[in-house]
């Protein structure tokens, strides 16, 4: 593994380039050394530049591998930095939310709010949670239960506090409130129901054509 050049800081890529020149120069001054020579050590010179032409890939190689390496890990500083903002950020998101519930979101503070809202939302985060969506416990948290015969699955009826993610990363929660179907109700009539309410109407009918 290539050592990081003396001085260098991370993203500072001159001296690495230096370093793949100075390769460049050293390989292309053997070669030319050997084929003029002259001498009966032609094979010999041949293999030299053979293998300083092999170090001068490997250390391109190496050289690529490096930028990647940096370019990753700046991507990586960013995206905790940017994290770490928007985390500070959603206790005042939480505020603004309650007061817009009642109302107390207006003039100056409305414009203050929705450019922040904005701001955050370019940045990567996402609210969610919805009234009427199933429960995800991967995303949801349930702080309330209760039973409900509108239900055919355990569905959010009632959002306490929006959650929020940056991508596929949850932050937060959603706390929720849960309904679940209510138990011993039929949600919808099974193939073998059908069947017998079928088989009753054509009795019903055969008895009626008798009399």
Request: with cysteine; net charge negative; proline share 6%.
């Amino acid at each position: 593994m290539t050592e990081k050049p003396q001085g260098a800081e991370p993203g500072d890529d001159s001296a690495a380039e230096e370093a793949v020149i100075k390769a460049a120069e050293e390989a292309a001054s053997a070669g030319a050394e050997g084929a003029g020579a002259g001498t009966p050590s032609g094979d010999a010179a041949a293999k030299q530049l053979a293998e300083r032409t092999a170090d001068l890939q490997r250390l391109q190689a190496e050289y690529q591998n490096y930028r990647k390496r940096v370019e990753r890990d700046r991507l990586t500083v960013r995206e905790i930095a940017v994290s770490n903002i928007l985390e500070s950020l959603i206790p005042v998101l939480d505020d603004i939310g309650r007061a817009r519930d009642h109302g107390e979101v207006t003039g100056g503070f409305k414009s203050v709010a929705e450019s922040l809202e904005t701001v955050v939302a370019k940045l990567g985060l996402q609210q969610f949670g919805k009234e009427g969506e199933p429960f995800d416990p991967t995303m949801h948290e349930a702080l309330m239960h209760s039973y409900s015969s509108e239900v055919t699955e355990d569905t959010c009826v009632q959002i306490l506090q929006p959650g929020y993610r940056i991508g596929e990363r949850i932050i937060r929660p959603a706390m929720v409130a849960v309904a679940e179907p209510q138990p011993g109700t039929q949600t919808a009539p099974g193939p073998d129901a059908d069947t017998a309410k079928g088989g009753e109407k054509k009795d019903q009918a055969d008895g009626g054509s008798d009399s």
